[in-house]
């Protein structure tokens, strides 16, 4: 037999020996106090009921009961018992470098702003594991203890920057060592994360891995930036680098990776070392490793060696020479103290007789130490499956609220969701297991807004309302009522947060007003973002929306942070093709200094989450319409035997020189001879090109062989025609499509216009590209004084939901 507490022993003789004397000198001075009283022949009379011998035996009772508490307080043991236990997570620690080298932009945005990213977006991933963050440079600093909490990890993550630790420099010591301090001892798998450039200034970090290698710290370490070195620049990473630190001598200073040190550091623990890449990459295998062994540790069930506790033993005895004592004799003060000992010793006992898995279990939820908790509930549970015994509900139920509040939400929902299959006869139990049920999906939605998923965050709190309201309906759950009032306010109130609504409609601005009217056609579109400012909608990698019949449309901007800005752009459905104009989206003109011949989307800047509607106008573009025919008779008018002429090159002459320049727009007329071609809205020279130098321009008759004309949006310039006498080119009068003169009769000129209009109307699918790049900026300027609709104004809602971006 052992004692796990011996101690007690030494105590329990020492408290025997005192009660013994002390009974044996209380009767003694009882017996003198009658001496005194009476005469010593009076005393038998007198004390005929008085038994020596019961006496002594209750004076033994008592002493002996004395002894038995104290043999039980020091927990006798013998015989042993196997017990399995689910092992908890793993503990890591990150060391981020906060010196002012880590400013340096040969990662993008700048080298601290890159690992801060990659590190928020790598905590989902260590679910069950503790979480901890050391700021270090030329001192270090716990930011973050050790926690199962990881949103108050990323919090205290976004919050570090350079200069939170004023001593500058970098000692690679310093965080290890303020690593080992915050370790538990008892656990053996420890792990520091070391982010840094490398350049240990003080030299004193791989003689204290060596240390923390002996504790059992495991150190990864992790390197940025590159051999070649980068400049310090002091402005704000989102700013353009201007102000560079310099040393002493005026000179920039060059910070370069160490990577030789990092490597040394990690070997002489057991780690090992990768560098950050330009996407985390390194990271991202750190944190992998890192989860497989945490995955392992939980999956793996501990069996330990437990003596077997046996003081019930002694306090059964201790209970038993109580009620002896009692029944001995009529001692009233006696009988007081011996009943009130019975219902001390009583509670006591019930109180030891408790499951052993399930007290463990309360006493670290009572320490908020809910992981190990959740632990003690499952080792009884599988101790109970395993003894075929049928599971109380109850034992599911605490099981699962023990991993809810250790943010083990997969887990918990398991163990709440069996309690609930299991309590099917049991109302009120079933209403707190659904209470607890909406208490966990609203946790899910919390973790789904931490990363901006507006989308998830919603289903999670719709199955959320859905238990809450179950769990009103079968008792009328007091708690479920005010959880789903209390936090369907708070999320709501997170969600608008980070939620801009843009919403507006597509349309044909037939009078160019600026706002659409009742009679102007709605477009069928897709309103995309542009993602790579390309101006062009990329389907597999920007989002979109379409409009609905109305051409409405509207779109939820999501955005952990404000201000920001985005391209809008669109572009028109396949059912919006027309034969007879081609539309184009009238956009602001851009603030300077970008020009706008170069805008192909609109910039929406948000100052905060709000409503903004933006409308998008199309407008039908000004084209200009003719015919080219060979004049073979030279006089200037179409007869009925002179047909199309091709080998010739139009063009708009901008500086009025009459001769196709290289920056000015050319197109070809079809091979009929006649052409229709968009052109910027305002005044234009239209010339005319022939490729064989025997050929000359007949018409026009004037001089200037060109026509001037102005157009502006949803109009066209027709009968712009050219005659060109070629004599290496004849007529053929059975190709000729019933030629008209242009002074010939008005019926035939009528059916010239016709043939001339159709032709267009096939080609205006093939409008050359430079063309609409050379009118952007005058399209853009036309439109620059049509009033827009008002930003602020009442948002007009489309039936068509809008896609989460």
Not at 214 to 233: D, H
Not at 361 to 381: D, G, P, S, V
Request: with cysteine; charged share 25%.
């Amino acid at each position: 037999m052992t004692f796990a507490e011996p101690a007690w022993l030494y105590v329990g003789l020492v408290a025997t020996v005192v009660t013994g004397a002390f009974l044996w000198w209380t009767e003694r001075r009882k017996l003198r106090r009658l001496e005194g009283f009476a005469a010593s022949k009076l005393l038998p009379s007198l004390t005929s009921n008085y038994s020596g011998k019961k006496t002594f035996l209750r004076c033994m009772l008592l002493t002996l009961i004395v002894l038995m508490l104290f043999v039980t307080i020091a927990r006798p043991q013998w015989g042993s018992r196997q017990r399995e236990t689910a092992p908890t997570g793993i503990d890591v620690l990150v060391a981020l470098d906060v010196s002012r080298s880590m400013l340096a932009r040969d990662i993008r945005p700048n080298r601290i702003e890159r690992v801060k990213l990659g590190l928020s977006n790598l905590l989902d991933k260590v679910k069950g594991d503790r979480i901890g963050l050391i700021a270090f440079a030329g001192s270090s600093f716990l930011q973050c203890p050790l926690t199962l909490d990881h949103s108050s990890v990323r919090r205290t993550l976004r919050e570090m920057q350079v200069g939170v630790i004023k001593r500058q420099g970098t000692d690679f010591a310093l965080p290890i060592e303020e690593a080992m301090d915050s370790f538990s001892k008892d656990d053996r798998d420890r792990f520091l994360i070391i982010i840094s450039d490398g350049e240990d200034l003080e030299r004193r970090g791989l003689k204290k891995a060596k240390i923390a290698a002996k504790e059992g710290v495991r150190i990864y370490t992790i390197g940025i930036g590159n051999k070649e070195g980068a400049r310090i620049p002091l402005n704000d990473f989102d700013k353009p680098a201007r102000d560079f630190l310099k040393d002493i001598n005026g000179k920039p200073v060059m910070t370069k990776m160490d990577e030789a040190n990092l490597v040394s550091i990690a070997n002489a623990t057991g780690g090992k070392y990768y560098s950050l890449g330009p996407a985390g990459e390194g990271l991202v295998k750190v944190v992998e490793e890192l989860q497989a062994i945490g995955q392992q540790k939980r999956h793996t069930l501990l069996t330990e060696e437990l003596p077997i506790e046996r003081f019930t033993v002694f306090l059964f005895i201790a209970i038993v020479l109580l009620l002896g004592e009692f029944f001995l004799g009529n001692r009233r003060n006696l009988h007081k103290l011996g009943s009130s000992a019975a219902l001390i010793l009583a509670f006591i006992f019930s109180g030891c007789l408790r499951n052993e898995n399930i007290k463990q279990a309360e006493e670290a939820h009572e320490k908020k130490e809910y992981a190990q908790a959740a632990a003690f509930y499952e080792t009884e549970l599988n101790a109970t499956l395993a003894a075929k015994n049928k599971v109380d509900p109850r034992l599911y139920l605490n099981t699962g609220l023990a991993h809810l509040e250790a943010s083990n939400l997969r887990t918990s929902k398991a163990f709440l969701e069996k309690a609930l299959d299991e309590s099917l006869d049991q109302p009120e139990l079933q209403s707190t297991i659904l209470n607890a049920l909406g208490n966990l999906h609203y946790a899910n939605a919390n973790l789904a807004l931490d990363t901006q998923d507006v989308i998830t965050a919603r289903q999670a709190w719709k199955k959320a309302l859905e238990n809450y309201d179950s769990a009103i309906a079968l008792d009328g759950n007091p708690k479920a009522r005010e959880n789903r009032e209390n936090l369907r306010v708070q999320l709501e109130e997170r969600i608008e947060t980070l939620i801009s609504r843009i919403s507006g409609i597509v349309w044909r601005d037939i009078d160019g007003n600026g706002r659409p009217q009742a009679k102007e056609p709605r477009l069928l579109a897709k309103v995309y973002w542009d993602k790579n400012e390309d101006g062009e909608h990329n389907a597999s990698s920007e989002p979109f929306v379409s409009t609905d019949a109305s051409g409405r449309y509207s779109i939820e901007w999501i955005s952990g942070s404000y201000p920001v800005s985005f391209k809008l752009g669109s572009v028109l459905s396949d059912q919006n093709a027309s034969n007879e104009h081609t539309l184009i989206p009238i956009l602001p003109p851009p603030a300077p200094p970008l020009r706008p011949d170069h805008v192909m989307t609109q910039e929406i800047r948000l100052t905060k989450a709000s409503n903004r509607q933006v409308p998008l106008p199309y407008r039908a573009a000004p084209v200009l319409k003719g015919f080219i025919w060979n004049d073979t008779d030279q006089d200037g008018k179409r007869d009925s035997n002179e047909t199309g002429y091709t080998k010739a090159t139009l063009f708009l002459d901008l500086d009025g020189n009459l001769n196709l320049d290289e920056n000015e727009t050319s197109f070809k007329p079809s091979e009929n001879g006649d052409f229709a071609q968009a052109v910027p809205p305002g005044k234009h020279v239209l010339g005319i090109s022939i490729e064989s130098e025997s050929s000359a321009i007949t018409f026009p008759k004037e001089k200037v062989k060109a026509h001037l004309t102005f157009v502006d949006f949803e109009t066209t310039a027709e009968h712009l025609n050219f005659g060109i006498h070629d004599p290496n080119q004849q007529n053929k009068s059975e190709q000729d499509p019933d030629p008209v003169k242009s002074d010939g009769n008005p019926q035939q000129n009528e059916q010239d216009n016709k043939d001339q209009e159709s032709t267009a109307q096939n080609q205006q699918h093939n409008i050359p590209r430079d063309v609409n790049a050379l009118y952007k900026r005058l399209l853009q300027e036309a439109d620059a004084n049509a009033e827009p609709l008002d930003p602020e104004g009442k948002i007009s809602e489309s039936s068509l939901k809008g896609r989460d971006y």
